[in-house]
């Protein structure tokens, strides 16, 4: 695939999010009927899910003031309490930003990748993202083949997209779409255990890639610590990763929770979500919303 590289100026640092117009925005607000809200993102918690556990240190959650810090206070007099969060930018439900990889020395857009230094991403920053409210399609694949999950280095194709597109009556993608894949392996946390979910997982295939460049969404999510399928096809390490983010500007988010979403039925919604706008952050944790 060719890539979009100053497709939207040489100076573009939000990619394929330029898809999101005003357009595509009414597009996803006209799809509210009953204005009913569910939650895409896992707890932040010690015990996890997270992503990549092997190298990333669990979200740490600290007292600053508790209750102990009251004891001898005085009836009537206010009390408060406060906290620090400590996490991984890519460890809980996250976008990746478009400086998240490289190679040959090139980010996406040809940015230099030695602008990401010790002190954080000078261009492709998460925080240059901003916020999103669009149309959002689920295409839950675990559920068209009536499993609880997929299997580990199942590879969806394109042939799953389109059967699972004409099982929900979803007849195609348009630009600015963002395109969320349910494989059920976030679901099956307890049961995989933090090794097997970490290790060889389902997800997209360069096809699906390909079809998702093609229709010119602008962003693919999955309920996985990847997206792309673990390992790929080629046996290379995270090639969608370099094609979606480094070559076609298209960020991933990772680690969505779906199952609530794809159990009432509701495959096309208002998605909406903004990173967490970490200046020079290579990710960001994500709260997203579907709203129907």
């Given at each position: 695939m060719?890539?979009?590289?100053?497709?939207w100026g040489p100076d573009d640092q939000r990619g394929a999010l330029n898809f999101v117009d005003t357009a595509a925005t009414l597009r996803g607000v006209g799809l509210v009927r009953r204005g009913e809200c569910f939650s895409l993102c896992i707890p932040i918690r010690r015990s996890g899910p997270i992503a990549g556990t092997r190298t990333r240190n669990r979200p740490l959650h600290l007292m600053r003031v508790d209750g102990g810090d009251y004891a001898d206070a005085e009836a009537g007099s206010l009390c408060v309490a406060d906290d620090y969060v400590f996490l991984p930018t890519h460890g809980c439900t996250h976008i990746d930003a478009l400086c998240h990889v490289w190679t040959d020395g090139q980010l996406y857009n040809g940015y230099d990748s030695r602008s990401v230094r010790s002190t954080g991403a000078r261009q492709l920053s998460v925080h240059t993202l901003g916020p999103v409210l669009t149309r959002g399609i689920?295409?839950?694949?675990?559920?068209?083949?009536?499993?609880?999950?997929?299997?580990a280095g199942f590879v969806i194709r394109r042939t799953h997209v389109e059967q699972a597109m004409a099982r929900q009556g979803i007849e195609d993608i348009r630009p600015g779409d963002a395109v969320l894949v349910r494989t059920g392996?976030?679901?099956?946390?307890?049961?995989?255990?933090e090794a097997?979910?970490?290790?060889?997982?389902?997800?997209?295939g360069r096809e699906v890639a390909e079809w998702l460049t093609a229709g010119e969404a602008c962003a693919v999510g999955a309920d996985t610590a990847s997206v792309e399928v673990v390992p790929s096809e080629d046996g290379s390490v995270m090639p969608l990763h370099l094609e979606l983010l480094r070559n076609q500007g298209v960020p991933l988010i990772e680690l969505l929770v779906l199952d609530e979403l794809a159990a009432a039925g509701h495959h096309e919604f208002l998605l909406a979500f903004?990173?967490?706008?970490?200046?020079?952050?290579?990710?960001?944790?994500l709260a997203p919303i579907a709203v129907v």
């Open positions: 060719d890539s979009r590289w100053h497709r689920l295409l839950d694949i675990a559920g068209l083949l009536d499993v609880a999950y997929l299997e392996w976030l679901g099956a946390y307890d049961e995989l255990g097997r979910f970490e290790g060889h997982r389902p997800g997209i903004n990173p967490l706008p970490v200046v020079g952050g290579t990710g960001g944790p």
